[in-house]
């Protein structure tokens, strides 16, 4: 499949005011990509995504990664059963992040540890320890 196209547009204003959809992937043909649950915001999960990624993300309605570490695509669930279908895709101020608000299937969760979240501790600024979050 033929990976869609996305435009670049080198004026900052444009890029910034515009109403054209321009994803600034970075030096390795990456975008940094916030996924959290639809209806409570909760942070799910921070991944990435290239352009292929990103296309089948927009073409299919299903949360397509880049994974750095195995080095291949993956679409969410394929192998947890932890499905996630966008209800909303957003791009931040210079387009260089994607935010997707999803309805999570499956367990309902996003960590390959099992848990709902990948943010399930939070840092003590106290000590810079570690805290378990109950969720």
């Not at 196209?5 to 515009?18: C, M, R, V, W």
Request: charged fraction near 25%; include cysteine; aromatic fraction near 8%.
């Amino acid at each position: 499949m033929p990976i869609r196209p996305f435009t670049e547009i080198a004026d900052k204003q444009a890029l910034e005011e515009g109403a054209v959809f321009a994803p600034r992937f970075d030096e390795t043909g990456l975008i940094v990509c916030m996924t959290v649950e639809a209806t409570t915001n909760e942070p799910l999960m921070l991944a990435w995504m290239n352009a292929e990624a990103l296309a089948l993300t927009l073409e299919t309605g299903v949360a397509h990664y880049w994974s750095r570490s195995r080095n291949s695509l993956w679409r969410k669930g394929d192998t947890s059963g932890q499905t996630q279908q966008v209800i909303e895709m957003r791009v931040d101020c210079d387009q260089d992040a994607i935010l997707l608000r999803v309805e999570a299937g499956g367990d309902g969760g996003a960590c390959h540890t099992g848990r709902k979240s990948c943010f399930y501790r939070s840092v003590d600024p106290a000590t810079g320890g570690l805290r378990f979050i109950e969720r």
